[in-house]
């Protein structure tokens, strides 16, 4: 399991003076905002990748910047590693605890610090939820537009993070196109400033170097995001296929066709079978995949678009095609997509949600591989993908309870990033490398790259301090992997756990 | 990180990560690809591994080297010594495929390569980077980092880069990012690229997402006072309104409407003014409009609801107001603080004394962090050293 962190493969710090570092924090934080008792601290356990699980040594949860601060020059003081953490819902293990280090929870920084409608800007704390966000600016007619699935919980400063995602950014992008400004604090404690409220800054694009870098670089203090009209009017469209193939082909066509749809947005035979008896959407039990289609825009564009998508997808054999009549139909298309997560655990007692990339085209080849995977393995995967960007999420559903099986799990998961490396795409399509990928990181990219990611860290963390074993694997850890590893996108000893 | 292991495994069959087995995987990636033919590749993949050989021999000797593309922007940046290393040859689009909405080309493409290339196919690059000369190349517009008209409606050259193969300082091919939108793999030193300037590696190859044509676009013009008319644009864009330019000359506001018929005819009917032919947006776009043909010419980038400061004669504005072009003989210290006063920055765009620093200044703490990056990727500090600050 890889919450068993080694120091050997992880990094390795000073032995921990904890009297010390607890002594000097309690000087700082009052004993409410200080956990350091092991049953208190057991809710920072784990983020949303619930199989990880590690304590820290002490979980400090500053209100403002400057208490941040001064948690950070004491860990850098007595070398004490520190791991950032939003509201916990990442799934990759990013925000895991490391042995020894100080968890350093920005939920308490949960202010929306300024609204500028004319601007169209919102100045906002890193502990302020995703949907939050959206839900203040609405008066304005104005939307945050990244929407994680995790939305009504998760935190900005983790979309930061993350470079977070959602079923919309193929039209509107990811978090690193809808931010202007960050706060951020080096290690040393030191106030940094990214960005501006102008298009651009002088220099490096060190915005697009912080967004997404998982707290290895800095702790980001407040966020100015940008912010975007709500659309006049939205559309959508269900469709049926008999076959995936022919859904994947739709695909491509209404790409090809100059359409930017909103969301598009796909679900397999057992996806939508399984998302079906949960939110009863209505959609067509007897599919072997469906796709859900948005448009935007004008009224009569949006309408104009959807029904060229409608002719697209008839041509590329489609057995129904449904226009949702009004929001409420919408909505409820929706609702069967957005419930396939809590819908899996119906179905199975566990499920482990998988998020690769890969290019459009090879749709196709990779979901018959995931099928011949997933028998190898012994172990059902159902299909949920962010069709429109080539975002893929195969669910594996398993038992934690039956013997060996959280392990296969953990097997076929990397043995499907590894294909989707295979075959042009990458690891992670937006719920980050964290702790979970990090090997597979090996796989992705080269000695070579890996200093150079590791040469980046140590520009601003120069002693590793912030969130170590994570990202980026160390070389003694790929070399490791490597020794147990196969070219071709197969685990030799599935039955064997991988560290 | 622990000292240096042996080489981790690598996906997709490549190799030791040289240009070789980079080439015969792109090879593959096209042979394997479904319905679509492989695209045909012009030129056959060149200069690469002397590029390299260059840069490895610039870097035992420490001396630095002048990247150069179509030298279409040497007047942008500080100017530096250093021999010139040319990546013109290196040039070729190595993939694309209108579905992917992504296209993959070696650095010396030229731009008018690439635009007419996705032009066939009803798409375009978002970011509509000003065509400075016609040896314009794809490595250079991502170098340089400049966008154009729609940069404030459809995002600037780092939005749309997906991934980068560059040679670092020492000569190794390193590749961030890949062909696909969404990838949070590793840290985006593939965005990091754009608006560098060569100073943290040479490009090699860049993806990037292109975007398709709208199915209407019209530019209309109105009489309206400069203030007035980045009130107006403001406003506009506080709804959902198909805008895709907002220019102001000194005198008349010229704005752009893309997207949707109804939407397009609407907003079109809604703002009256007077039409034009679309083809002046590309004086806007390749700075080539009479407005900005003064001598020395300065960049201010600021806040969109930021007053313009008083720094000199305002010639035009651009990117519905947040970028503003100004002509000044003022000291360059004053428009700097001018501009940063304002909660932006300022650019000695053109017409620079040799030797001068045109870009905003940097804090202490941020300029350290710039000089310990530019170390990482390129140790002896031999690509292009102070094209962008004397201090980098």
């Keep these: 399991m890889l919450d068993r962190f080694d120091p050997r493969l992880d990094g390795a710090f000073d032995p921990l003076d904890r009297e010390r570092l607890i002594g000097r924090l309690s000087q700082l934080l009052p004993p409410d905002r200080l956990i350091v008792s092991t049953e208190s601290m057991r809710p920072y356990e784990s983020d949303g990748l619930a199989a990880y699980r590690s304590l820290p040594v002490a979980v400090a949860l500053p209100v403002d910047a400057d208490e941040a601060a001064v948690v950070l020059k004491v860990c850098r003081e007595l070398n004490v590693p520190v791991v950032a953490r939003g509201a916990g819902t990442g799934l990759s293990g990013g925000a895991l605890p490391f042995p020894g280090s100080v968890l350093l929870a920005l939920g308490k920084l949960n202010k929306i610090l300024a609204i500028d409608p004319v601007a169209r800007t919102a100045r906002v704390q890193p502990g302020v939820r995703n949907l939050a966000i959206s839900e203040a600016v609405k008066p304005y007619g104005l939307f945050y537009a990244p929407d994680p699935s995790s939305q009504l919980a998760c935190s900005i400063g983790g979309n930061v993070a993350e470079n977070a995602g959602g079923v919309h950014c193929l039209k509107y992008g990811l978090t690193v196109h809808n931010i202007l400004k960050l706060e951020a604090l080096t290690i040393e404690g030191e106030r940094l400033t990214i960005g501006s409220d102008a298009l651009d800054t002088p220099g490096f694009d060190l915005m697009a170097l912080l967004t997404g870098s998982e707290g290895l670089l800095a702790v980001v203090t407040e966020i100015t995001v940008r912010l975007l009209p709500l659309p006049a009017d939205v559309q959508a469209l269900l469709v049926a296929f008999p076959d995936a193939g022919c859904a994947a082909q739709a695909v491509a066509d209404i790409i090809a066709a100059g359409i930017t749809p909103g969301g598009l947005e796909m679900m397999d035979e057992l996806a939508l079978t399984a998302a079906e008896k949960f939110a009863h959407a209505g959609y067509p039990l007897d599919a072997a995949a469906i796709l859900i289609c948005e448009c935007d825009g004008a009224a009569s564009d949006a309408k104009a678009e959807l029904a060229h998508v409608a002719e697209i997808c008839r041509a590329a054999g489609a057995s129904e095609v449904r226009h949702a009549k009004d929001e409420v139909e919408r909505l409820l298309l929706w609702a069967g997509r957005k419930g396939a997560f809590p819908a899996m655990g119906r179905i199975a007692p566990d499920y482990y949600c998988i998020d690769g990339t890969i290019p459009r085209r090879r749709l196709p080849e990779v979901l018959a591989r995931i099928g011949e995977l997933s028998r190898e393995y012994g172990l059902a995967v159902a299909n949920v993908f962010h069709a429109g960007d080539g975002n893929l999420h195969p669910l594996i559903l398993y038992d934690a309870s039956a013997d060996g099986e959280l392990d296969r799990a953990e097997g076929l998961g990397g043995a499907i990033l590894e294909l989707c490396v295979a075959v042009g795409g990458t690891i992670t399509g937006e719920h980050g490398v964290g702790r979970e990928k990090i090997n597979q990181m090996c796989v992705q990219f080269s000695t070579a790259e890996l200093e150079a990611f590791a040469a980046i860290k140590a520009a601003f963390d120069p002693a590793g301090l912030l969130n170590p074993g994570k990202a980026v694997p160390t070389l003694a850890r790929c070399a490791e992997f490597g020794a147990m590893h196969v070219h071709g996108g197969a685990v030799a000893h599935p039955e064997l756990p991988r560290f | ?392």
């Design chain 2, 1 to 392: 990180m622990a000292g240096t292991a042996s080489p981790p495994p690598r996906g997709a069959g490549a190799g030791d990560g040289g240009l070789a087995d980079r080439d015969a995987e792109l090879a593959g990636s096209q042979g394997a690809r479904g319905r679509q033919p492989p695209t045909p590749d012009p030129s056959p993949r060149r200069g690469g591994e002397e590029v390299a050989d260059r840069i490895r021999e610039a870097a035992a000797a420490k001396t630095p080297l002048r990247i150069v593309g179509g030298n279409t922007k040497a007047f942008y940046g500080r100017q530096t010594a250093g021999e010139p290393l040319s990546l013109a040859g290196h040039r070729g689009i190595i993939d694309y495929d209108p579905s992917e909405l992504v296209v993959v080309a070696r650095a010396g493409t030229p731009l008018a390569e690439i635009e007419a290339r996705l032009a066939e196919c009803g798409q375009r690059l978002a970011f509509e980077p000003p065509r400075l000369g016609p040896g314009s190349t794809i490595g250079g517009v991502v170098a340089a980092g400049l966008s154009g008209p729609r940069r404030p409606f459809a995002g600037a050259v780092r939005d749309c880069v997906l991934g980068a193969t560059i040679l670092d300082g020492r000569g190794q091919v390193l590749r961030f990012g890949g062909q696909v939108f969404k990838n949070v793999a590793g840290f985006d030193a593939f965005r990091l690229q754009a608006g560098a300037l060569g100073c943290l590696g040479v490009i090699l190859e860049v993806s990037i997402r292109v975007t398709p044509n709208p199915r209407r676009e019209i530019a209309l013009a109105f009489e309206i006072e400069s203030e007035a008319a980045r009130l107006r644009v403001c406003k506009l864009m506080g709804r959902p309104t198909p805008i895709s330019g907002a220019f102001h000359d000194g005198v008349r506001l010229h704005l752009r409407l893309a997207g949707g018929e109804a939407g397009v005819e609407a907003l079109g009917a809604e703002l009256g003014g007077e039409a034009e032919p679309l083809g002046f947006w590309d004086q806007v776009r390749d700075l080539t409009h009479p407005a900005l043909m003064s001598g020395p010419l300065w960049r201010l980038s600021l806040p969109q609801t930021a007053p313009i400061p008083v720094l000199g004669d305002v010639l035009a504005w651009d990117w519905a107001g947040s970028q503003v072009w100004l002509r000044s003989d003022r000291p360059a210290a004053e428009i700097w603080q001018g501009a940063a006063t304002a909660g932006g920055h300022a650019t000695l765009f053109r017409g620079a004394a040799p030797g001068a620093e045109v870009f905003q200044p940097l804090a202490a703490a941020l300029l350290a962090l710039h000089q310990r990056l530019k170390a990482a990727f390129d140790p002896a500090g031999v690509l292009n050293p102070g094209r962008m600050y004397e201090a980098l």
